[in-house]
């Protein structure tokens, strides 16, 4: 039976999500996942842009502002079965369900990104290896369990 969740913390240092903002480059984690997934990169940075989005729905992305708009209030209210209570890491099925829900990516594309977007945390020394051999063994599993399409 696969493991559906990978405890994987925000970063290894006190700064949290302040430091993952200054280490963390949407565009260059598309091009590595692009290139990790061969994914088209269009497709990479949906995934980027819809992790950043549900980073903002939590309250943990680094540009987080306390005074919330209208919008992300209504979509913390149409994601709520997605958002949960304790953030103190990404249930990586939560994230997995929201990126499927609100882009066109496949179950496959989304498992794939997930990992290898770790795996470029790991790149920028954001997270520790173990960190994507953990996620790079759970999307595997979950591979497995997925119909092919």
């Known amino acids: 039976m696969a493991n559906n969740s990978v405890d994987v913390p925000f970063s290894t240092d006190d700064e949290g999500p302040y430091l993952n903002a200054l280490l963390y480059d949407s565009e260059e984690a598309a091009r590595y996942i692009s290139e990790r997934t061969e994914a088209p990169l269009e497709r990479s940075r949906a995934f980027v842009n819809a992790c950043n989005e549900y980073e903002i729905l939590l309250g943990t992305a680094p540009t987080y502002d306390e005074d919330d708009t209208e919008e992300i209030a209504q979509a913390r209210i149409d994601h709520a079965d997605l958002l949960p209570s304790d ?7 939560f994230l997995r369900a929201y990126v499927e829900r609100t882009t066109d990516l496949t179950s496959v594309d989304v498992v794939n990104m997930i990992a290898e977007n770790i795996g470029y945390y790991v790149k920028q020394k954001i997270m520790e290896p173990e960190a994507y051999e953990d996620t790079r063994e759970w999307a595997d599993e979950i591979m497995i369990t997925i119909p092919t399409q």
């Open 87 to 93: 953030i103190d890491y990404i249930d990586y099925n």
